[in-house]
């Protein structure tokens, strides 16, 4: 088994999920792979049994938080070390993957995979949300994170357990924030991303505004009343962290 388990969490994916899957297959067999159906309503599921793709086939969706978690769970109860989110899109390289792992190696909680290590955020309306929510998180935790928004994330296992014993853990910037303050080590490292080939993106213009200001309202106030799960604390001795 791999240290790293790639959790693919995918709703109405049939025009992307094969081209990624089979190139994690063909040309990064040293991590294991997992495609995480959110009850798609098109082919993703009968896709992937038809290629025999390793599979979680949810019933229902249950959004990208429920889809992530449930990967988590997965990776947590078969020992990963690691574990990593990649979208169903094809947007996230694998060639990164690897630069990922060495980072956590060194200690780290979360690494993310960042567009904006060593270059710089074009000046769009959706970056100008980007460095909204950096500052967001770096008023509220003392840390700067340059692109708080990327989707490829890769966790140790102290977080993987986290997210499995506990419920309401998004793979958000609100959640990066909140285990900011709980003491999580987060790191970044460069990365490039492709866009969407086919299919289409949640984040139109409108949602990516809702998406923002939902962002910003959580990191700013709601983290600040947010419970550890007391499941969690129990589990590890009462350690707040």
Not at 49 to 54: N, S, T
Not at 65 to 75: D, H, P, R, S
């Amino acid at each position: 088994m791999a240290d790293v388990l790639i959790v693919i969490p995918a709703y109405n994916e049939e025009k992307n999920i094969e081209r990624v899957v089979d190139n994690l297959i063909f040309y990064y067999p040293q991590f294991d792979y997992v495609v995480v159906n959110d009850g798609s309503k098109d082919k993703t599921a009968e896709i992937c049994r038809k290629k025999g793709y390793h599979l979680l086939d949810l019933p229902v969706n249950l959004g990208l938080a429920g889809g992530f978690q449930a990967g988590l769970k997965y990776a947590y109860r078969n020992h990963y070390q690691y574990a990593i989110q990649f979208d169903g899109d094809g947007q996230h390289r694998p060639e990164f993957i690897q630069t990922m792992q060495d980072k956590m190696e060194e200690g780290y909680d979360i690494v993310i995979g960042s567009r904006f290590v060593s270059e710089k955020k074009p000046k769009t309306m959706r970056m100008l949300g980007s460095n909204l929510i950096s500052a967001a998180i770096r008023l509220t935790t003392g840390v700067r994170i340059k692109d708080p928004t990327s989707g490829m994330r890769m966790f140790s296992r102290r977080m993987m357990e986290e997210f499995a014993l506990s419920l309401n853990y998004g793979p958000e910037p609100d959640t990066i924030s909140y285990l900011l303050k709980q003491g999580a080590k987060v790191a970044e490292v460069q990365v490039k991303m492709d866009e969407r080939i086919a299919g289409e993106s949640y984040l139109n213009p409108v949602n990516a505004v809702k998406y923002m200001s939902k962002m910003l309202f959580s990191i700013l106030l709601i983290q600040n009343f947010r419970k550890r799960d007391k499941r969690y604390r129990r589990k590890n001795g009462g350690d707040e962290r």
